[in-house]
């Protein structure tokens, strides 16, 4: 088996989809002081600080939209079929959720299982007042009702394939590829 | 990475460093869910943890009940009195008993060294260590090494003094195997009957013996007050409690002899006056208090990463 990358997103496309994002958020119309975003470790944290620097960038306001961490390895509704325990990162959430109008940011939207998690887990620490879903890639194959709000790219996958994401803060890299495993010939 | 992969908790010897500091990280993170408004977490939802206790705990027992239930485990607490065990069952009878029951986690405190260790191999429910006799009190070691991380951020180049019965004390055990592993340098001092022979000579967790505290104290910069366990020590051991408290209590005119930044610790319960001097324990190098939190977040981090994946209660993970 040998493995076959497909460019999805370079650099450029990245920061298009992202600023697409943050004008679409603000087109909402509501008041940016409510706003705030929360990224799903690890990469959608990352995404989200973009976000947060585009949109601060945009309306020229003096302070940054907060950005909160979040960890969802605790509420994962699989936990009893892996065959390891994840070291649990931090959750840092420095603000109250309650009354914001929060983003959730991931990178990839699939079956919607972490998101799931995911809203459990701002649900225990507060009450916004309303929750937006924002994800650089839906690659489709839902197993829970849940749709996004905000999409950076809309890419029909096969459940063999994988979308992997690289950025320059973890990878030194932003691209978005999609990964397929050929027979060899 | 690899996560954690074992079914139980029996020991620090058994650990690797990179496990422990798999626990310790953890620790921070449920530290952080402890302080939160709403102080529950869902991991654990629909198991069951037994608090198995042969031998008498207040404090241990309630940290470990808290923890289960924090992350939502169901938990029931056994004692001696309340066991079949005071009608001859065996400890292996009552647990197969409690499995059948399904019971999930068994959290162990037994008079016998080895009990939890023998415990493991034979359920499949997942046992953590409480204490098992002189041998091991894992969990103690793991809170401590998060609070010494907490001050110093580090584990090398630090001197940890260890101060009492480091004979009958499974925590000094504990606490000498994780420190060694972590790169600590461990000093003990005591009565020379309550020093085991042939400590220094271990070479895989070496120690430095030292028969004066205040030859010891000076190097400091965490010290380790033991409880003295009057109920364990023969009499011929142990003179009085006035003499031990004179050569080995820890008052604050020996606390001055230590390091500025040297913080104190104590398993608890405190014996006030006997090994720590009450305005020791009050004082603004006293870290007692701040242990009993990490002691908390350290038993939900070991709950949370024992895995219980069909492969790792087969026994093959």
């Known amino acids: 088996m040998s493995e076959k990358r497909t460019l999805l997103l370079d650099e450029a496309g990245i920061k298009r989809a992202l600023t697409r994002i943050a004008h679409e958020i603000l087109e909402q119309g509501e008041d ?101 879903l924002a994800v650089l890639v839906d690659r489709g194959h839902r197993e829970l009702p849940i749709r996004p709000d905000y999409v950076g790219r809309n890419q029909p996958t096969r459940k063999d394939e994988k979308v992997r994401l690289s950025l320059k803060e973890g990878e030194g ?3 978005l590829d999609l990964v397929s495993q050929e027979a060899a010939s | 990475m690899k996560g954690f992969q074992r079914k139980d908790l029996v020991s620090i010897d058994s650990l690797s460093k990179d496990e422990i500091l798999m626990i310790l990280d953890t620790a921070d993170s449920m530290k952080q869910i402890l302080r939160r408004d709403r102080k529950k977490v869902p ?60 019971v999930d986690y068994v959290v162990l405190r037994h008079p016998q060294s080895g009990a939890a260790e023998r415990l493991a191999k034979q359920v499949d ?33 630090l001197n940890v003094l260890i101060v009492g019965d480091i004979a009958h004390s499974r925590v000094a055990r504990s606490n000498i195997y994780g420190l060694n592993k972590l790169g600590a340098k461990v000093m003990v001092a005591g ?43 023969g009499q011929s051991l142990f003179p009085s ?9 820890l008052n604050a005119a020996r606390l001055k002899l230590a390091k500025n930044h040297a913080i104190v610790m104590h398993p608890g319960p405190v014996n006030r006056g006997l090994e ?24 939900m981090a070991v709950l949370y990463l024992l895995n219980r994946s069909p492969e790792a209660i087969r026994g093959d993970a």
């Open chain 1, 32 to 132: 940016i002081r409510s706003l705030a975003f929360i990224g799903i470790r690890t990469r959608g944290v990352h995404l989200a600080r973009r976000l947060s620097r585009l949109i601060t960038e945009i309306k020229a306001i003096p302070d940054p939209v907060p950005v909160g961490e979040l960890d969802i390895t605790l509420y994962r509704d699989d936990l009893d079929t892996r065959s390891d325990r994840r070291v649990l990162q931090a959750t840092k959430v420095d603000f109250d959720v309650s009354g914001h109008r929060i983003v959730l940011v991931d990178d990839v939207l699939y079956t919607g299982r972490t998101i799931r998690a995911a809203l459990d887990a701002i649900t225990d620490l507060g009450r916004p007042r309303k929750i937006e």
């Open chain 1, 173 to 175: 890299v932003d691209q």
């Open chain 2, 43 to 102: 991991p654990l939802q629909g198991k069951t943890a037994v608090m198995l206790f042969i031998e008498a705990s207040t404090r241990t027992r309630t940290s470990f009940e808290l923890a289960a239930k924090r992350l939502s485990a169901d938990t029931i607490s056994l004692t001696p009195d309340a066991s079949s065990l005071t009608k001859g069952e065996t400890l292996f009878d009552t647990v197969k008993n409690l499995e059948a029951m399904q």
């Open chain 2, 125 to 157: 429910a997942s046992v953590v260590n409480a204490g098992d006799g002189w041998h091991e009190h894992p969990t103690q070691a793991l809170l401590d090494l998060m609070t010494i991380r907490e001050r110093f951020q580090k584990f090398d180049g």
């Open chain 2, 191 to 233: 009565p020379g009957t309550l020093i085991p022979p042939g400590l220094t000579g271990d070479s895989e967790y070496p120690v430095e013996v030292y028969n004066r505290l205040e030859d010891a104290l000076p190097k400091a910069d965490v010290i380790m007050m033991l409880r003295i366990q009057l109920e364990r020590i």
């Open chain 2, 241 to 249: 409690e006035g003499e031990y408290a004179r050569f080995f209590g």
């Open chain 2, 276 to 299: 720590i001097a009450s305005d020791v324990v009050d004082g603004s190098s006293s870290v007692i208090l701040p242990q009993v939190e990490n002691g908390v977040a350290t038993r």
